[in-house]
């Protein structure tokens, strides 16, 4: 029988830490079919994935997609459900048996997003968490926990016709708060992205963080504000972002890549429409940080 639920890791020369998430998975009761997306590792991951876990599927693009990656291995597995991990994460033992649950019964849920739990033993909840819960978006009829339109990818699981029709992960943004346009994308096709306490992803980031990170989102803050909010949402964030650049190094890099990025993201410009940006609009106040909001994760990402 087809699995229910298969989970895609994307990875690149983090041959250890992906060696570890491995094995977590290896030993879960749902034993879901595994796919790792090799982002152009020159340290041997390929080959050590192979000697340690054959039975993972392995696809080895021989260059750095980022999410994209994701996209390559939903589309290689048969499950209509995924569960997306980075090679510093995985899933609790049974919750990828309560998400398919979940996702039976609400067809209009195209995308959970999980707790986080933060640590490799005993862990503690991911600020997310709390966020997310408390989304003023609201519980719909139709859908399990609050209506989100934020997410952490390596805490999310998908479903497959859903994430494959609207694209996936969007090549222009590469990595960085690549979540966002996915979520805006889900709901402009109707479908429902929702919190899910019950489903848990574990997450045990590097303690050093990632380099350049922070201008990697803030450049694709500023492309999916491009490429799916009103005109005037697009510049003034242009503007302010500029504004920033004068005395931040960080806002200066953000701002030329995005520059860079600016033609490829105007080719695939696709506004919302007027009652979801209404919703994205509820998120964006001067309140307590919400989805939607930067909010900085435990890996160093703000949505």
Known sequence: MTPRVGVVVITRDRRESLLRTLDRLAALPERPPVV???NGSADGTAQAVRARH???????????LGAVGR??????????YVAFSDDDSWWEPGALARAVRVFDEHPRLALIAAATSVGESAGHPDPLNEVLAAS??????DLPGPSVLGFLACAAVVRREAFLGVGGFHPVLHFGAEERLLALDLAARGWGLAHC??????H??????RPGRTARVRRNDLLTAWMRRPLRHALARTAGLARDSRTDPQARRALAGAACRLPSALAHRRVLPPSL???VRALEPGRPARPGRPVRTARGDQL
């Open 204 to 209: 045990d980031p590097d303690p050093g963080g």
């Open 54 to 64: 054959p039975a993972v599927g392995l696809l080895t693009p021989g260059r750095n």
């Open 36 to 38: 790792v997306v090799d």
């Open 136 to 141: 003023p978006l609201g519980t719909e009829a």
């Open 71 to 80: 996209n390559l291995g939903a589309a290689a597995l048969a499950a209509p």
């Open 197 to 202: 306490p019950e489903v848990v992803a574990r």
């Open 277 to 279: 940006e209404r919703r």
